[in-house]
């Protein structure tokens, strides 16, 4: 049934009411409206207005391999290893339990949507369907922790290139790994590292990221829409999330290439591209506000930062706000 119903939707140009969907197919409007939650449930975006009925919004494929690997070179060195799942906990989450049963480097998770999205520090993540991408990619490469403490800043330069790359848009990147766009956060990255207990070598890396995509401002959760935004609201035109997809496999397989021997250029394109720096900026950790100017990044990714008082520190992890955005007035 609801076969019958993407297609009689995606053949028509506007709104299809309940009833003329149900004359047509010969089944009842609940057979109709359950068939419109199904595929609205596997990542198709149906409008319906009253009185109207509902459209989809072609632009709005749900994600999916096949529409993934058409968007790639045909050598992309890791298209068997890509899996497009409809739902999932966390891309992250099963990209690690892949990991550990031996999944290759440049295994790729894509979800539509995520029950669980994880964020930094314990957060969620919110991640509906139709809406973002949400992809995590697997790297193992053979190395130590200190040679990978830029890491977040090759991921955090490599989502900019491939923003970029679809739309010509060419965002910002809040110190350490939040990508923004006009002041408002575009895209959330998550990397986890494991590393092997016996040799404290790096057994693997995932970086996960979870992309806004087709929101509408309304479409994001009420407590963060005055600091989110989207590619569409961007660009003001439809997203296409499978080009979206396709582009972060490749800037992630190509910053691969240069992690381990690139490691001034990436910081280089990463201090261009890093809105934070020059800033005011406070710093928070636990109940702490400290405030200071951020000045600089330094070789392994870690923020410099002057305080009031003339001594300047190096900062490696805890929340920094930036002035002038997120609230931070
Ligand atoms: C943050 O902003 O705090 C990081 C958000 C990271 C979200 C992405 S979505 C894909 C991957 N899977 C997850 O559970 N989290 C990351």
């Given at each position: 049934m609801k076969d019958a119903v993407l297609s009689e939707l995606r053949n028509a140009d506007e709104y299809l009411s309940g009833q003329e969907l149900s004359v047509r197919l010969g089944v009842s409007r609940t057979a109709v409206w359950k068939a419109v939650e199904k595929l609205r449930r596997e990542g198709y975006t149906i409008r319906s207005a009253p009185n109207r009925g509902y459209r989809l919004e072609k632009t709005a494929l749900p994600l999916c391999r096949e529409e993934i690997l058409a968007r790639l070179p045909e050598d992309f060195p890791w298209q068997d290893r890509i899996l497009c799942l409809d739902s999932v906990d966390s891309t992250n989450t099963r990209l690690k339990a892949m990991a550990a049963q031996g999944a290759p480097h440049g295994s790729a998770v894509i979800a539509e949507q995520q029950t669980s999205g994880r964020g930094r520090r314990g957060r969620s993540f919110s991640s509906p369907p139709g809406m973002g991408v949400y992809l995590s990619v697997l790297l193992?490469?053979?190395?130590?922790p200190e040679e990978l403490m830029h890491l977040t800043c090759a991921a955090a330069v490599a989502v900019c290139n491939a923003i970029a790359s679809v739309t010509g848009l060419q965002p910002g990147i809040k110190w350490t790994n939040d990508i923004v766009l006009n002041g408002k956060k575009l895209v959330g990255i998550l990397t986890e590292l494991s590393l092997e207990a016996e040799s404290g070598c790096v057994e693997y890396a995932v970086i996960g990221a979870g992309i806004n995509c087709c929101q509408q401002k309304s479409d994001f959760p009420e407590e963060i829409q005055d600091i989110a935004t989207s590619l569409r609201l961007a660009v003001g035109k439809p997203i296409d999330r499978n080009a979206v997809a396709a582009a972060m496999l490749r800037a992630m397989a190509e910053m691969e290439q240069h992690l381990l021997t690139g490691q001034a250029a990436i910081l280089a394109d990463y201090r261009q591209r890093c809105i934070t720096l020059g800033k005011e900026i406070a710093l928070l950790r636990g109940e702490e506000r400290r405030y200071g100017t951020a000045l600089d990044v330094d070789t392994q990714g870690a923020l410099l930062v002057a305080f009031a008082d003339g001594h300047i520190e190096t900062v490696n992890s805890g929340e920094v706000s930036v002035r002038g955005m997120y609230g931070y007035v």
């Open positions: 193992r490469p053979n190395c130590r």
